[in-house]
């Protein structure tokens, strides 16, 4: 029956007679609200339906009236209140109040902003989502004028939004540059905090590459270093920092080598070993899905022309070198020869080995190979060499 | 030389004995140590697992609105949100009922709890307990932010039953309807309360057309099956081999055929059905079993047959907190059949004037009241009916029902007087729901009637029935060879009794009642 209408706010529903003294039906949360009635009927207790729940209040004697005080955890909340009067578990009377927010205290404001960041651009947007309340912690009454804030660079916006459902809310787009959105907000003269919403790069566009390396030669020692160039988006913002950057290297033989980095101030780098043997590389950098580069193409010479091969203890002992360099200078350690061995035009075995002082050894022993006639194949630095029916 | 031989193995045994008390004294130290340092939380209780997986409170829920300025929402999202506000409902209906904010925290934020927890306090000092549960929502959303964490949306004549004691004495029964404007976060995987404010209702209209024509309708204390006037002549069916069980894994179609084929032969029209509660499924009642009430119902429709479908069969909880539980079952049930043409009636529950003592008065018509409620809701083609235990109880609930159902198996010579008073209180058709003499003189009970004294009490019992034109319903079609403990009782001579009360024996034969079985 409370919804026919905003008139009736109250009536007695029993034949007992029962006056309302109490005439005020709105109350701001936080007032003293104490219900009258004059009735000859003493033993009544009121019941009380509220927004978090509900009691059951005993009657208070004065003179010919009963009064009910309205306890504190009612009174200091909004929203609307329903009472009946009950007498031995009937009804016999009942109302409702309006308990409305404190306009008169001081509002506090409670800020959501989110997503945290966005990306430049003007499509994404962020949303800052305020509920101003009352000291009482009740949303303020719809209609409250918010005023909203937000800066970036030179720019600084203000609008005003007027609460409804409890909140007050905008969206705030980002603008072409990347970078931190400041935001605000301020009601009824208390202003919010400081937000800040992070505006990063939008996707990166096509990019370039370039190498630099200490020599043009196939040592399988030194390094090449690929670098990007300044990676941005398309409003020429330097795309985030830590952004991966694969770079996809296919050789003579098609085959693919990878490797990849991570963008700092928009630069990405990648390194890669010197090839051991004549080589030309085709590069390209990938951010997966995103943007590409140009295509790069790198030729190794060959760093080694010849290298000896001794069959030493009785032929038992292959030594391989001295390996030279380019300008003739001993090979660093670490180059890689293998060794095939055939027996009878059959394979048997491949020993791989790296270079000591410019020398590998490898050593056929007695146990695994017996005395016959033996191939052998060495291969490395791109040369191969091979002797035929050594005989052990 | 013989008394200290017997002392000597006195102390052995004594010193034996102590020795073996004092191991087991010390083993159960230990356990009990060993017990004391596992209590505690469960490490999987950090995660919510079971508050967030327990369905136990089952309002209707309308979503009239999703549009929102903010954003949009999906199903899932929406699932969420509705899902812990009706978890935010039950907490807080079970911290008032136990005075206790057990799971408050999990679905206010910690300043909104903080008005639970005071209103807690006041109701601590003043001794009050409230029962209370909602009973419908209709919700539509106002906003959804960007970020997905806040949402506002409004409740609007949410259903609300409560019982409120002071002192342990109940001070209010009542229903009320409240709307709230409520907003939520997000936190911590919840969508936790942050602010609810209660506002005025709105008016809403009835969103529930009722039929022009329902299928059966009651006029004066007649019953109507469209426009032909029915007079019912029934019995309470039970398959031989199943009962109690109708439902189970043996159900078999075909029995039930042969059944009614015998039951429509020997003149009756109208049969009395049981749907258990549990074996239903509870609040989420199976398809299985809903298929098989369809084939009982289909196949009675074929026969002629009419159906008194008696639900709740074996519940007994009646407890305000599962109230949404049942109604979801019932829901299922009887919205599926709303259009059934073999059904006359919905008997919401089978004798529960049995459960007062155990369960209170208050409490079991509470319930009782709130599914008449929530049946006709969903069913306004048949009619409803309580079968209560005795004549004395029939008029409970007069004013809700649309048939006064009643059983009665005390002495038939004071029937007539006692239904002929009932008469006179309502103006609603009466039915005897159940009736019968169980023919079961033997070891258990050398007094108890043969079958000729059942026989003659059917037979005397017709009489009268044609005579004062009674709608009637006998117990049952079949002497069962296995009663269920929970209907009849453990001991020997009441199972006895219950399965004695067939027209036709265990070994198949037709008793000599059978010819009474019809006017």
Known sequence: ?392 | MTKSLKNKNLYRTLIIASFIALNIGILFGISQVLLYLNTGADRSSILHLSVQNEEVYLPKVIWQDTTNPGRPITRHTLEMIQSDYLKAWYVRNVAYMSNDPYGIDDFYTESARENIYKTIASHVSANIQVSATTLCHHLSLDFYSEDGQLAVFTDVNTKQYQRVYKDNVLELEHQIEASYKVVVLLEDGFWKVRHMVKELNPVIKDTISPYETPLITVKQNKIYIGENLFKMKGINYYPQQTPWDMFGDAFDIDIISEDFTIIKEAGLNTIRVFVQYEDFGKAKVKSEKIEKLQQVLDLAEVRGLKVIVTLFDFYGNYDVLDWTMTHRHAEQIVSYFKEHRAILAWDIKNEPNLDFENRGKITVLAWLREMIIQIKQYDPNHLVTIGWSDIESALLLEDQIDLVSFHYYQGLESFEEKYGSLITKTNKPIILQEFGLSSNQGLWNPFGASEESQAIYYENFQQILKKNDVHYLTWTLYDFENVPTEVSGSMPWQKDKQKYFGFIGINGNRKKAFKFISE
């Open chain 1, 1 to 392: 029956m409370i919804g026919i209408g905003f008139s009736i706010f109250s009536r007695a529903t029993v034949d007992i007679p029962i006056t309302l003294q109490t005439k005020q039906t709105i109350f701001k949360a936080g007032d003293n609200i104490v219900l009258r009635f004059t009735t000859n009927e003493q033993a009544v207790r009121l019941y009380c339906h509220s927004s978090y729940g509900v009691s059951i209040l005993d009657a208070n004697k004065d003179g010919k009236d009963v009064i009910f005080t309205i306890p504190d955890h009612f009174t200091s909340k909004k929203g609307v209140l329903n009472y009946k009067l009950v007498h031995t578990t009937k009804v016999v009377f009942e109302g409702v109040i309006t308990i409305v927010a404190n306009s008169e205290t001081t509002t506090q404001l409670e800020t959501y902003i989110g997503p945290p960041d966005i990306t430049a651009g003007g499509k994404n947007h962020t949303m800052m989502v305020v509920i101003p309340t009352d000291s009482y912690d009740n949303p303020v009454e719809d209609s409250t004028s918010i005023k909203m804030k937000h800066q970036f660079l030179d720019t600084e916006k203000e609008t005003i939004q007027f609460s409804k459902d409890f909140i007050g809310w905008e969206r705030i787009f980002s603008f072409e540059r990347s970078g931190r959105i400041l935001a605000s907000n301020e009601v009824n003269g208390t202003a919010s905090k400081e937000f800040a919403i992070e505006v990063f790069s939008a996707n990166a566009v096509d990019f370039e590459i370039n190498y630099q390396r200490k020599h043009g030669y196939a040592d399988g020692n030194q390094i090449t270093t690929f670098t990007t160039s300044v990676i941005k988006d398309m409003y020429e913002n330097i795309i985030s920092d830590g952004t991966l950057v694969t770079f996809f290297v296919r050789n003579a033989k098609g085959m693919i080598l990878k490797t990849n980095g991570t963008t700092v101030n928009g630069i990405a780098k990648g390194k890669l070993l010197h090839p051991d043997h004549m080589d030309q590389w085709e590069v390209k950098a990938y951010i997966t899905g995103i943007a590409e580069s140009t295509t790069l193409s790198l030729i190794y010479e060959q760093s080694t022309a010849d290298f000896d091969v001794n069959f030493q203890n009785k032929n038992r002992r292959i030594r391989v070198g001295p390996l030279q360099s380019f300008m003739g200078q001993r090979m660093p350690d670490g180059a890689v020869i293998t060794c095939l061995i055939y027996r009878e035009g059959k394979y048997l075995e491949t020993k791989t080995k790296t270079s000591s002082n410019g020398f590998v050894d490898f050593i056929v022993d007695e146990g695994f190979y017996p005395a016959g006639s033996y191939n052998f194949k060495i291969e490395g630095l791109g040369i191969h060499k091979e002797f035929k029916d050594v005989v052990l």
